[in-house]
């Protein structure tokens, strides 16, 4: 399959996956019993399975597959996401952590449509990424979320904001969250962001806990370019991506976030539904609660 652009479809058939690599994360409970059955079933309809546990992967370990199970939780999947973007590999997540927004797939679902997603019966979604030049460091990416804080996480940072070069304002706060539409539910949510579709081109910019009485998220175009810079006197920042420190920081060069030119590849079945997602693990529901003594 060739996997070098990615374009969401919803189409019931695709490519059959023939080269298939497995990660799996054998620190959480079930993935190795998981993994062989997932692994057998791979081998009965004639695709080639390579397996590791090795964390992180090994460079190149994705080079000539055509997708990626993860057998683990989100945080597994978000290491291997830089891989997969070298290797342009689509990712399979099956759930053996906690919420598990970006491995869909229980354990009991991915033994039962495994055989049918390996002969084609799937979509591939793709998901947008920030671009983050921390200072003079080697420019990376995010796939949930960048974080920019103090590095000591008892005081208040003082960061500026510049949207293409156009102040937005600065604040005193504990950080500030700057969010995917894949990272609305991680996060930002927890720090009372908004809920994001994930075919939204936005960046969604959270503060956490900022000194004020006003605290709103702001949206930005999928096209916009932000700058951070550190107002806080002989402070030094801690830049997060994906909850992985940032590398080459300079406290006097600003932090550069924008929309990454590749995307990602999830896949998923043909009638995968985000919202029923969010519905099921946030336990989330719109309706109006009934009177009960009316």
């Not at 490519?15 to 059955?37: C, E, F, T």
């Not at 057998?40 to 992967?57: D, N």
């Not at 009991?108 to 920030?130: H, I, K, M, P, Q």
């Amino acid at each position: 399959m060739d996997s070098g652009t990615f374009r969401a479809t919803v189409a019931s058939k695709m490519p059959p996956i023939r080269r298939l690599a497995l990660v799996v994360n054998a620190a959480k409970d079930g993935a190795r019993d998981v993994s062989r059955d997932l692994v057998s079933i791979a081998r009965k309809a004639g695709t080639r399975v390579s397996v590791t546990s090795r964390f992180p992967i090994p460079a190149g370990a994705l080079k000539g597959v055509d997708a990626c199970c993860v057998i683990g939780g989100d945080g597994t999947l978000l290491g291997v996401a830089g891989e997969a973007l070298r290797a342009k590999v689509p990712l399979i997540g099956v759930n053996r952590g906690g919420l598990g927004f970006l491995t869909t797939f229980s354990a009991d679902e991915a033994r039962v449509c495994f055989a049918d997603l390996l002969a084609g019966n799937y979509r591939v979604t793709t998901r947008s990424l920030l671009a983050c030049s921390p200072g003079k460091g080697k420019p990376d990416f995010a796939l949930n979320d960048v974080l920019v804080k103090d590095a000591v996480s008892s005081r208040l940072a003082r960061l500026e904001v510049e949207a293409d070069g156009e102040l937005v304002t600065e604040y005193s706060c504990d950080g500030l969250i700057f969010s995917t539409p894949t990272g609305s539910t991680a996060y930002n949510l927890s720090a009372g962001g908004p809920i994001i579709h994930p075919d939204a081109e936005v960046i969604a910019m959270t503060p956490i806990c900022p000194h004020t009485l006003t605290n709103r998220s702001i949206i930005f175009r999928h096209n916009v370019k932000l700058r951070v810079h550190n107002r806080s006197r002989n402070a030094r920042l801690l830049v997060a991506l994906d909850g992985r420190a940032a590398k080459g920081f300079d406290r006097n060069s600003p932090v550069a976030i924008s929309i990454h030119r590749q995307r990602i590849g999830l896949i998923q079945l043909p009638g995968h539904s985000h919202f029923a997602i969010v519905r099921k693990k946030l336990k989330w529901s719109g309706g109006i609660l009934e009177n009960p003594a009316s």
